[in-house]
């Protein structure tokens, strides 16, 4: 295969969706991973996934041995542990954690059932270009130690995080730096606890506090005796690593005294909205290296899972045209980010108050109900803050003693619908990217909750 329709750089969950997808619409479509195939879906994350990205998709839902645990709410705490916040009933919620290889050998199954190539033990080295459009990639055979050269009318980059396709890119519509404090650096280790878990079917959340400042701290069922645990701080701020605050709060927290190691890593992810654009001149980009996360958790499967189906029908079409400039694949920009992108945008204002406000004024609004685990759902579902006459005046009379986190909320909510408003309103073509731009950056520098 010297020509291919479409190259994906990573064979991770979103990387598979669209190889399926594009060789489900008679794509020749080839695959490019740097693991052996044998290791393709193994990522260290927190595994979990709601049942809303398959019903979404069309994909089917784990099961079997792929999953580990159902999922059915979450205990959400402050940094002081006390007064948490129930979490229960929402049905965007509910969904599974799993065991991240077979459920990644499953996608990778089938997209190769469907007719996408598989070269695994492939290290990207170089894009090639013809005047300003990718038109090939270059890789070399770990196993041969060959270099090799493959040409497409659409290379996709899903190679995660580190995105090497989009960093050897110099054009105006890929976005290559982002800033430190919208990276969460991350340690995770799979447990084995001394007792069953009392409620296997819940998570658990920590928000700040000694063990994660300015982050989070997370328990994922994985069984009922086996969880998935770890912590994701901001980088930048010099907090410590990462690690060395993880096992400090495995050392202090009771539920994980004992509790045997089965497997531990590390890894930075991103926590902030969709890059600009997901597309330019013969290249698309999808999952992590587009910044598909959800910025309070990280959590990236669904938000890949979904671009994955969309960027596939919009190759399709954009090949029937011969038309492979980032204006011929524009409409992957305005499907996804004014629909599920607009979410993510709206959830990193969300993230910047809750990693600004104090730990003393967060231990406050959990206790006096400023903060209630219906604004933590509404947020998710990207349905903002909004509040009425009444529920305000509630809140502010339980806070009457200290108005700044309500002042603050408030404000979030503010700022979350107008961000809402611009992502709802992508520019339709290229030439009012730079316009929109300047909007939305305006938001974000304006998202400041520290005083």
């Not at 990522?43 to 990205?53: L, M, T």
């Not at 990207?124 to 990718?134: H, P, R």
């Not at 519509?173 to 990276?183: G, L, N």
Request: aromatic letters at 8%.
């Amino acid at each position: 295969m010297k020509r291919v329709d479409v190259a994906i750089v990573g064979a991770g969950s979103a990387g598979c969706v669209t190889a399926r997808r594009c060789s489900e619409l008679g794509l020749r479509t080839l695959l490019l991973d740097r693991k052996s195939e044998s290791a393709i879906g193994t990522k260290v994350c927190g595994d979990e996934i709601s049942k809303s990205h398959f019903e979404a998709t069309g994909i089917d839902f784990p099961e079997g041995k792929e999953v580990s645990s159902c999922v059915a709410g979450a205990d959400v705490y402050p940094p002081n542990l006390d007064h948490k916040l129930d979490v229960r009933g929402w049905k965007d919620f509910d969904g599974w954690t799993v065991d991240r290889l077979l459920f990644g050998q499953r996608l990778l199954g089938e997209a190769k059932q469907a007719g996408a190539q598989l070269r695994p033990e492939s290290h990207v080295s170089g894009v090639i270009f013809k005047g300003e459009q990718v038109v090939g990639v270059q890789y070399k055979d770990m196993s041969s130690k060959e270099t090799h050269s493959i040409n497409c009318k659409l290379l996709v980059d899903a190679s995660g995080f580190a995105s090497v396709v989009r960093k050897k890119i110099d054009s105006p519509f890929v976005e290559k730096e982002i800033e430190k404090r919208d990276i969460a650096l991350c340690y995770r280790e799979i447990l084995r606890l001394k007792m069953p878990l009392a409620e296997p079917e819940v998570a658990r959340v920590f928000l700040g506090g000694e063990y994660s400042p300015g982050g989070y701290s997370w328990i994922f069922p994985k069984g009922v005796q086996e969880i998935n645990s770890g912590v994701g701080v901001a980088g930048g701020k010099k907090r410590g690593s990462p690690k060395s605050l993880f096992l400090a709060f495995k050392e202090n927290y009771p539920l994980l005294f004992g509790s045997t190691v089965l497997d531990s890593g590390g890894g930075a992810v991103p926590v902030r909205r969709p890059i600009w654009s997901l597309v330019a001149n013969g290249v698309a980009f999808i999952g992590d290296a587009a910044f598909m996360v959800n910025p309070i958790h990280g959590g990236g499967i669904g938000a890949g899972m979904r671009a994955g189906v969309i960027l596939a029908e919009v190759a399709k079409v954009a090949i029937s045209k011969n038309d492979l400039s980032a204006k011929g694949l524009w409409h992957y920009n305005t499907r996804f980010l004014t629909n599920f992108g607009r979410r993510l945008a709206s959830l990193e204002i969300f993230k910047r108050l809750l990693t600004d406000v104090t730990d003393e004024e967060m231990n406050f609004g959990f206790a006096k109900r400023i903060l209630e685990a219906s604004d933590l759902m509404r947020a998710n579902q990207g349905d903002g803050l909004s509040m009425g006459i009444r529920e305000k005046m509630k809140r502010v009379k339980r806070g009457i003693r200290r108005t700044s986190l309500l002042l603050k909320l408030q404000r979030a909510t503010s700022l979350m619908k107008k961000i809402d408003k611009e992502f709802a309103n992508y520019p339709v073509n290229p030439n009012g990217l730079e316009d929109w731009k300047t909007s939305v950056k305006n938001i974000i520098d304006s998202a400041v909750f520290t005083k």
